[in-house]
């Protein structure tokens, strides 16, 4: 599985940005799929995640602000973030957990940064 994301970018406080991520692959395996995000000197925190049967989960810090959603028919995922606060400034990874190996397993796209500026 290929995991490409696209929409980060610089964006004021109160203001809005979509992330994108495009699966490739054996898309066929992915049981799961969500959003991580990394600040330098921490370990990466989990956004947001959705199941293949649509269950969604929030980090308490995003709820009520930002969305995940997926378009299956063209194994994309979105992340819609509306009222951007200067702590969600990071870099943010796509995230797929794939079920089709022995054991489940990660996979990663290479991350996209997400800076809010005051």
């Known amino acids: 599985v290929q995991l490409v994301e696209s929409g980060g970018g610089l964006v004021q406080a109160g203001g809005s940005l979509r992330l994108a991520c495009a699966a490739s692959?054996?898309?066929?395996?992915?049981?799961?799929m969500g959003w991580y995000r990394q600040v330098p000197g921490k370990e990466h925190q989990l956004v947001a995640a959705?199941?293949?049967?649509?269950?969604?989960n929030y980090a308490d810090s995003v709820k009520g602000r930002f969305t995940i959603s997926r378009d299956v028919a063209n194994n994309t995922l979105f992340l819609q973030m509306n009222s951007l606060k200067l702590e969600d400034t990071a870099v943010y990874y796509c995230?797929?957990?794939?079920?089709?190996?022995?054991?489940?397993?990660?996979?990663w796209g290479q991350g996209t940064q997400v800076t809010v500026s005051s």
């Open positions: 995230n797929a957990v794939g079920s089709c190996t022995v054991s489940p397993r990660d996979y």
């Open positions: 692959g054996d898309t066929m395996c992915i049981s799961a």
């Open positions: 959705v199941t293949s049967g649509d269950s969604t």
